[in-house]
């Protein structure tokens, strides 16, 4: 399996953006699927999660009411809406995936940079 994440940028404050995660390869084997997000000296979060067909989600406090996480698997792909964007919002967000076998797949990361 493999992720490439699309969507980052530079956007101001309480502006939005969407984040897509593109899968590929033996996609037939992802079950749970995640965002996570490392800014600048701290360490990799938590943003969202998503389960396999989508009926279950969670998200961290400090996104829930801003943020949604869903996923299109007819097109193997996982989005991540972003809105009310605050400047701690900056940081590299990663998209990950667990399969079947109980591997875990991680994305290259797209920077999202929100300016005060």
């Known amino acids: 399996v493999q992720l490439v994440e699309s969507g980052g940028g530079l956007v101001q404050a309480g502006g939005s953006l969407r984040l897509s995660c593109a899968a590929s390869?033996?996609?037939?084997?992802?079950?749970?699927m995640g965002w996570y997000r490392q800014a600048p000296g701290k360490q990799r979060e938590l943003v969202a999660a998503?389960?396999?067909?989508?009926?279950?989600?969670n998200y961290a406090d400090s996104v829930k009411g801003r943020f949604v996480i869903s996923r299109d698997n007819a097109k193997n792909t996982m989005y991540l809406q972003m809105n009310s964007l605050k400047p701690e919002d900056t940081a590299v967000y990663y998209c990950?995936?667990?399969?079947?076998?109980?591997?875990?797949?991680w994305g290259q990361g797209t920077l999202v940079t929100v300016s005060s």
């Open positions: 390869g033996s996609t037939f084997s992802i079950e749970a």
């Open positions: 990950n995936a667990y399969t079947v076998l109980g591997g875990r797949v």
């Open positions: 998503i389960t396999s067909g989508g009926g279950s989600t």
